[in-house]
Structures are given as C-alpha cells and as structure tokens.
C-alpha cells in the first residue's frame, strides 16, 4: 500500500488538522483518567469492569496468530507467483479446512509492467462462514510479499501480520452463524510488481475480487468490507485512514476504546490506498486498519522515512511484531463486528 494518493502537502494538512482536533480531545482524555481513579461504583469503574469482561470473551489468542506469522515467514519471500507463495496458500488452505470451512481458490493471471514477471499466476482464497443472512461482509488481507531485486524481505508485518490475523480470526468465527454471511478474502498481488506503487501495478487481486462480483451480477450482496494491513508492529499505532467511510472508522474505534485498547487507535488521520479502495470504487463500506509508523524510533531508515522505517526493508522481521499487537486487532475487529453488522442499510 501507499500513503500518496493524495498530494503531499494535503497529507501534512490532514495531520495538521488531527492535531488541532486532537488537542481538545487530549484535554477530555485527561478527565477520563481522573475519572477513573475515582472510589468505587463511578462509571470509571463500571467500564474498566467490563473491558476485562470483553477481553476474555472475545476467544482470539493472540500466539496462535503470532504462530502463523512464524510459518508464513518461514516460507522466506512470498512475491506472487514464487513458489513460497504457494506453499503459503496450501498452509493457509488446509488450515481454513480444518476449521471446517469451505474455501475457494479463485485463480487468474496478472499482466505486470515488470519486464521480469510480465504474466503471473496469482489467486485469491476466500474462506466462507454462513451466516443467518445470504448478504456479505469482507474481511480481507493480502498475503504476497513485496518483490525487491536486492534484498531478502519477509514482511513479517506487511503481509504476514494480517495474515495471521485472518486465519485467527477463521478460527473463533468459524464456531458461530454470525448475522451476515462473512467472506475471509485473502488477496494475492497486493503490492507493486514493479517497484514503485503507480498506475494498476498494484491491488491485483482485490480488483480481480470487485470485478468478478460485478459481472456475475453480486457486488450489490458484499454490504461492508474491513481490510487489516501491518497490524503487527510491536508499537502499534492504526491510523484513521481518511479514503475508509467514516461510520467503520468510528464504530472501530468506539470499541477499541470500550476494550482498553484505545492507545494503539489513533486519532491520526492518513490518506491510504489499499485492497479496499476498489470496494470503496464500486459502493461498498470499507475500512482499512493498519499501522503506517513501523520502526518510528529506529534509525537506518527505507522508503518510508523517518517514522515508517521497517517498511519495505530487510528489517520487517518477526522480532519486530507482537502477538500482543495481534490480539489487540483481532479483538476489536470481533468486538467491531455485531455493531457493524447493525448499521448496515
Ligand atoms: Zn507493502
């Protein structure tokens, strides 16, 4: 993914504005941790009570995740169309199935601007759990790796984080019929085949997804869409990505706040383009979790600069991530995901 769909002057005026906005709230945030020091029976208390309750509740274990970011990583680079890819796919598939589910390979070739990789065979897996309406909700990652010429990257964050998530997540959600039907979309050909992120070199399989549900005539059943990316980072910040619609956001982090985890949801808001953008293109929902500030203190920094300086480097290495960071998201997606399933229209 990139942060630059929009220019960047109006990204420093986006954070800019976060700021102002944020000062007040750090005001308010400063009440709420007086109140809650407050003798028994404040609604302090009442709350801190029932986020230990949602904590335990949720069943996401957060090893498990961390367990499959291991095997993924183990598998080395995991660019589309590598063998390690493969073998990544087969890990995730037989896993989905011995959670029972049933899970479609949607295979499809993608033309690539790279001299090197002009054809590549790529595939989406989605992994489906009925529900008590036919109607859809996505919950996507991608799974590939970025392809570099030069160096050895296993993004054990960008890919690999989510990823485990997901599979965490088909793990506890596959025990119930939830409301909507859910589709847990795995996408291949995320990143950019040929260096820089422009034009079409990019989101490969999301656009394959969005446009097959638009000629078999069923992008109008898919109601919501939540996307998770980088969402491993030992120090985890999520942005509010300014391109996801606005209600996902706030009902996103209205219960992240709920379960105690409200310090790793931002008020920081970033312009991101990412698998969600062609749901968003084509009327869907949809929400984009992730953490743009990997590596913020570390110094030696890659393409993200200052702030971001494991992305896209040699350094997106599974001693960077949590399984800590893992179940906070896991956590909220499922707390998240009956107040979504209530708003939809
Ligand atoms: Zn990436």
Redesign the pocket.
């Known amino acids: 993914?990139r942060n630059l769909s929009r220019s960047y002057l109006n990204r420093i005026i986006i954070v800019f504005m976060t700021f102002l906005l944020i000062i007040p709230f750090m005001a308010f945030g400063c009440q709420e941790k007086d109140k809650t020091e407050m003798p028994v029976n404040s609604p302090g208390d009442e709350r801190i009570k029932s986020d230990n309750i949602l904590r335990l509740d949720t069943g996401f274990d957060g090893s498990l995740a961390f367990e499959h970011v291991k095997r993924q990583v183990d598998f080395g680079p995991r660019y589309s169309g590598s063998q390690a890819i493969k073998q990544t796919r087969e890990y995730m598939k037989s896993q989905l199935e011995s959670f029972g589910l049933k899970v479609e390979v949607d295979a499809f070739t993608a033309i690539t601007p790279n001299p090197k990789f002009p054809k590549v065979e790529m595939a989406n897996l989605i992994a489906e759990i009925p529900g008590e309406k036919p109607e859809v909700i996505v919950i996507g990652s991608h799974y590939d790796?970025?392809w570099f010429p030069d160096i050895h990257f296993v993004?054990a964050n960008?890919?690999g984080s989510s990823t485990g998530v997901l599979l965490e997540l088909a793990r506890v959600l596959s025990k119930n019929r939830p409301k909507y039907t859910l589709w847990l979309t795995f996408f291949d050909g995320?990143?950019a085949m040929n260096g820089v992120w422009m034009g079409t070199d990019n989101t490969y399989g999301s656009r394959h997804m969005v446009d097959r549900l638009r000629k078999e005539g069923k992008i109008g059943s898919v109601k919501a869409m939540i996307l998770l990316?980088?969402v491993g980072d030992k120090e985890l910040g999520i942005v509010r990505d300014a391109n996801s619609v606005n209600w996902m956001v706030n009902t996103i982090w209205a219960n992240a706040t709920k379960l105690g985890y409200k310090k790793h949801f931002l008020d920081l808001g970033m312009y991101i383009e990412d698998d969600h953008i062609p749901f968003l293109k084509a009327g869907v929902p949809a929400v984009d979790l992730i953490d743009f500030s990997f590596g913020s203190t570390a110094s030696n920094c890659g393409p993200g600069g200052s702030g971001n300086c494991y992305?896209?480097t040699d350094q997106d290495t599974l001693d960077k991530i949590s399984a800590e960071s893992l179940k906070v998201v896991g956590d909220t997606v499922l707390a998240s995901l009956p107040d979504i399933a209530d708003q939809i229209r």
């Open positions: 993914m790796t970025k993004g960008d890919g995320e990143e990316d980088m992305w896209h």
